[in-house]
């Protein structure tokens, strides 16, 4: 573990340019069109007198993006372990092949955890746990469909504590540096849209390392070697 994480702020520093494109050009613009949805529904939901479905559905769509801006950092860290030239074009290249595939995918994991939090909220939290690597099934893999979820729920079950030490970790980490920047930032002005920009800024710091880490664990638990791709 501690080799992939050496690896992982290796791999960040010598390809902080392309990272920053992709986010700026891809996951920013996925990230600000998720906040305005998200806070559309809010909005209407609030006026109703509802706000926790409002919160609902904000969680619902973070969930579906989530899983869409992970794609073009799954295949740049795939190439980085396979030790090809890292390209911007084959980043965009899987995003736009995938993003249709891992979309309708996310809407099951989405309802799936929907269903399992009505139901007491634990299975919905295992639910989201043993289907998390669903993303990286499909592009590691090119698994999608029923097959996807079945190579995914394998690997979800096998490997459940560790899947959810490493969101545990992050999501913590992510949430203390926000915190910290957040509580600075009121100092100075309480705007929605730069709590926002903070927000969105720091998930776009910590998003390609988490998936660098999950890539390299992902190609471990499935004893991937250089001859086990097909391309």
Known sequence: MREILYDGFIFYKKHFGKITFINVTLVFPLLALQLWISNYFYVIYEVMGYPGIGLIYGAMFSLVTFSLIQLPFIRLALQYWKGEIIRLSDAYKCFLENMFSVYIMSLVYVLLIGVGTLLFIVPGLLVLIVLFAFPYTVVVE????????????????????????????????????????????????DR???????????????????VFIFTSLYLEWIGADIDYFAY
Do not use: D, H, R
């Open 192 to 210: 929605f849209i730069i709590v926002a920009l903070i927000q969105m800024g720091l998930s776009m710091i910590f998003l390609p390392l988490f």
């Open 142 to 189: 090119n698994k999608k469909g029923w097959s996807g979820w079945k190579c995914t729920m394998e690997v979800g079950k096998k490997y459940f504590f560790k899947i959810m030490m490493l969101i545990v970790i992050f999501g913590l980490g992510q949430w203390m540096v926000e915190l910290v920047f957040l509580t600075a930032s009121l100092w100075f002005t």
